[in-house]
């Protein structure tokens, strides 16, 4: 398996432009995570998805920031409009949970994308 | 807000130490404790995950969990610089599959 797949790895934006994370989570897994990681403030669960049904988006940080994940294999982080404040890593992750495991499984995450807004 | 606090370090072990990490969280009804490894510029991966109280072994790691002390811990014994990562500690709650990380501890190994 090719692994959760983000696009792009890295985007550098100017203040007030639209930027759209992309993301592939592993096939089979039913669970999305969309984490933002800064040296303040660490890895920061934004929002997470169960069979492409948003479950939590407390850590969404305002109402700049919006995911959808329109299938099984597909979700994406927008902001809109960016500013500086915004420039994190964000990692996407997936996992599986299986019936007799329970919340148990191990989450995969991709490699990330590094994001610049000046 | 669950918390899960760790000591950010830097933590500085000489090769063929034993590195030991903690981690301490504020939920009681946590019941899945992970440790993940982050080198830098990478992605998390998870190597260890710890259910049960008591200690749970695999290769030269130890994870060790006291739920009634809210304490979970990594040793790592025969420390080798490849093990200089950040250690994020990683803790879920009762009926949830979503994960709250603590702030991470950067490990370096001295040749």
């Known amino acids: 398996d090719a692994g959760v797949i983000q696009s792009p790895r890295h985007e550098v934006t100017e203040m007030g432009q639209e930027v759209t994370l992309r993301c592939k989570p592993i096939?089979?897994?039913?669970?999305l995570f969309w984490y933002r990681q800064t040296m303040m403030r660490g890895l920061e669960l934004l929002i997470y998805f169960n069979n492409n049904v948003p479950i939590d988006d407390s850590g969404m940080p305002e109402d700049r920031f919006s995911a959808k994940m329109p299938n099984a294999s597909f979700s994406t982080l927008k902001i809109q409009p960016s500013e500086p404040r915004d420039s994190a890593v964000y990692f996407c992750a997936s996992s599986f949970t299986s019936s007799d495991r329970g919340f148990r499984e191990t989450q995969y995450f991709g490699p990330g994308t590094r994001l610049l807004v000046l | 807000q669950k918390e899960v606090e760790q000591n950010s370090g830097p933590l500085s072990v000489p090769e063929g130490a034993i590195a030991s990490l903690n981690c301490t969280y504020s939920d009681r009804v946590s019941q899945s404790f992970f440790w993940y490894r982050q080198y830098s510029g990478k992605s998390p991966e998870l190597i260890m995950s710890i259910y049960s109280n008591g200690d749970k072994e695999d290769g030269r790691f130890t994870a060790q969990l006291n739920k009634a002390s809210q304490y979970v811990s990594l040793l790592i014994r025969d420390s080798q610089p490849s093990d200089s990562a950040t250690y994020l500690c990683a803790v879920n709650g009762a009926g949830a599959n979503n994960l709250f990380f603590g702030t991470g501890t950067r490990l370096t190994v001295i040749p």
């Open positions: 096939s089979g897994h039913d669970y």
